[in-house]
């Protein structure tokens, strides 16, 4: 969706929009770092990001990269900055080529600064000399495929301190063919409010953004301003400077300061925050904080769908997947990224091409060795697995190889049985809540349009010694409810289902048609063992060939199968776990914790929502 389209739903709503940019770090682990960062600060809930030019070609062909992952992986709607400095044609055309690919519909067109080995800054050859002609070319070429932003400059620019004539320069931007303005950063809001009445007289209607660098430290607050050579209210060091020696006490004052600045601009009528976050979190969060803008857990964000949506070129329509890579979303991003189906994304048995390979996609266990080791240590038993994954559970581990994030707080209503299924040797790696009829504005188990219901089938995957399969899979066929996939590394596969999508989570809302957007389907489940048994090969290459450690987790991938169970009564007609009473892996004595109790009653875990439908949940970890 285009920038301006955002801004005008928020101003229509009343509600304010925030939005964050961010810069190509320098190193691999710095990019590896910034996404994940970039993941966590999409439940901030931010309209749009931005991510600036790269100048150079390694920079600038990691801005695109970095655009394609925003955009299609972590479902951030993106706007590219593209500059004039170094940038023949051949390079402009590429790059807003590649952003188009992404699915990128928002540029920030930018004359940019000069090198730095140049004082002055002069036009390519073949290129553009002002950014109202990058603008026109845009506009031109694309037509309003793009929504193109510019910037603004309120105190002047490095090379123009003429205020007014820069005015008049960005009245020629507008007219080329730009529908938002972003405004360098600013620390006097009178002089802001004035510039922007200014523009206003000037005939410059679109949306102006006002571009918010928070305060980490003194030295870089002072340093910024000077670099950009911006007034700081007097008022403001007297604040600051008894203080400066001491980050923290920086951080809280320029919260405030900070926040009494972005109040009096919604009270002037700019609804819309831009944040400078210099690729870091806390600051910014303490100032949304401060503002009320955080969401809470009472009410986090709406969720279109129970998974996140993809932004990436013809996948704004994805309205199915299966559930296996739940807890690997950026997995199946990279996995499904060349498919012909989307925006169709119906599951049928004629679909072309299969899943990528895993090699062509560099998907593999996240984390360096020595990261993993330290994270999950060094295992020589199925006690010592356990341990890992009641560890997990219990919230006090990030993640696992099977699940790039935390344990959701589905798990919090059955967490017991599921750390006493593991504390008994079966080693969960996903699953869900049986839902019925929950409301679509749940915060939990919520999504989709307001007014809905929704609904899910319980749902648990994991990995089981071969000595019990025989034994489990008789008692899940002794049920006319439930249905299964076991498959071992070797391909394997033994089920009870007929060869079509079982559909795992559906929404009833007003006036559409239900909506099935998670399901299980045979096929997709082999393309995911073959990763799910890659994930496990790769943790214990984690440690020395030889090792107790290595041959431990090699062991469990060579020999134990992956196995998933679905209730289709959805109604609570049977409990999961009660499939695994009595049953333990050979040779391993049970010794839960005292705290711990083997649960036999499925209405333990049942609680009521707050239309007083009762959920039963099984739990997704």
Known sequence: ?????????????????????????????????LYDRMDRMHALGPSFIDITWGAGGRLSDLTCEMVNVAQSVYGLETCMHLTCTDMPL???????????????????????????????????DGGFRYAKDLVKYIKDKYGNHFDIGVGGYPEGADDNSDVDLLIDHLKEKVDAGSS????????????????VNKCRAKG???????????????????????????????????????????????????????????????????????????????????????????PSEEAPLHKPLPWRPSLGLNRRDEDVRPIFWRNRN???????????????????????????ELDSYGIGLKGTNEQNIKLWGEPKSIRDLTHIFVKFMEGNLARLPWSDTPISSEANTIKDRLIALNHRGFLTINSQPAVNGARSSHPVYGWGPKNGFVYQKAYLELLVAPDLVDELISRIENSEDLTYHAVSNTGELRTNTRDSPNALTWGIFAGREVVQPTIVETISFLAWKDE?????????????????SRKLIQGMMDNWYLLNIVNNDFHNSFNLFELFNDLNVKDFDVELPADIAEPKDIEAANESTPNGKVLETSVKN
């Open 1 to 33: 969706m285009h920038v301006s389209e955002k801004l005008a739903q928020n101003d229509a709503s009343g509600r304010h929009g925030i939005s964050f940019e961010f810069f190509p770090p320098k190193t691999a682990q710095g990019v590896q770092n």
């Open 90 to 124: 051949e390079k402009v055309d590429a790059a807003l080529q590649a952003a188009y690919k992404a699915g990128c519909t928002n540029i920030l067109a930018l004359r940019g600064d000069p090198p730095r080995e140049k004082e002055k800054w002069e036009a390519t």
């Open 180 to 195: 938002f303005v972003i405004t360098q950063m600013f620390y006097d809001t009178d002089k802001f409010i004035e510039w």
């Open 204 to 294: 410059i209607n679109v949306p102006i953004i006002p571009g918010i660098m928070p305060i980490q430290t003194y030295a870089a607050f002072i340093r910024r301003a000077n670099w950009t050579k911006i007034h700081i209210p007097s008022d403001w060091l007297e604040a600051l400077e008894p203080v400066k020696n001491d980050d923290a006490a920086v951080k809280e004052i320029g919260k405030g300061l900070i926040a009494d600045m972005c109040r009096r601009l919604f009270a002037a009528g700019l609804n819309h925050l831009h944040f400078y976050t210099m690729n870091l979190a806390q600051a910014t969060q303490l100032v949304l904080d401060e503002l009320n803008l955080m």
């Open 330 to 356: 950026s997995s199946y991003i990279a996995r499904t990224q060349t498919w012909d189906e989307f925006p169709n994304g119906r599951w049928t048995d004629s679909r072309s091409p299969a899943f990528g």
């Open 532 to 548: 799910a048994y890659r994930l496990g090969e790769d943790w214990a290459k984690c440690h020395e060939a030889g090792s107790p």
